[in-house]
């Protein structure tokens, strides 16, 4: 990156050692707005990805990224996900159901918060969240279940009617099923849409 090249050369001219300092000054020097790791903080809260802010500031991704992580921003990680997973022998061919994609964006937003997944990625989640709402359904998974037409082409999971077995859960709630401590505030019912 050319910038980054012209600031360290600035930044050893004017016997600045912080990357962050040699940054804002040239910045400043220029009328530009300086990129710190609050105002970093503030536009990831407001659901603005690091790709995007590098952008908007003519800066690396990279560097994005370390005024993030210095701001204690954690980035979201999909691990955390596959580990509270409530079934454990789900088959890879049914990565791609919709159903299973809609319940992983939904895991993202109780770990990681609502700004993790935006556009389509929200409306996937609102889908199905209104399907559970409307029909009193919840969601399980049984490797027989066949395909439902026009809504996925790959089976495995289904939305069937509530019991009252299922508590406050939106998945179904049986034997087999796994709910560690994290699962049981995952799963849970959602009481509205997503924003």
Known sequence: MV???????????LAIIDL???LFVYRERRGMPAL?????AE????????TAIAKEYDVSRQYVHILAKSAGYKPFSSRLVRDNLPWEDISSEHDDNIVFQAMRLHARVCLGGREQIRGKS?????????????FNQ???????????????GTGGFAYVPRQ?????????????????EEGKKIWKMPKELLE
């Open 20 to 22: 962050e300092e040699a």
């Open 43 to 50: 536009l990831l809260a407001k659901g603005m990805s690091q």
């Open 3 to 13: 910038l980054g090249v012209e600031m360290k050369r600035r930044a050893a001219s």
């Open 122 to 134: 929200r409306d996937k989640v609102n889908a199905m969240y209104r399907k559970l709402l409307r």
């Open 36 to 40: 710190t790791k609050e105002i970093v």
């Open 164 to 180: 009252e077995s299922d508590e406050d859960y939106m998945i179904r709630i049986k034997p087999g099923v796994r709910l560690t």
């Open 138 to 152: 919840v969601i399980d998974y049984d490797p027989s279940y066949p395909p439902m037409p026009g809504l996925s």
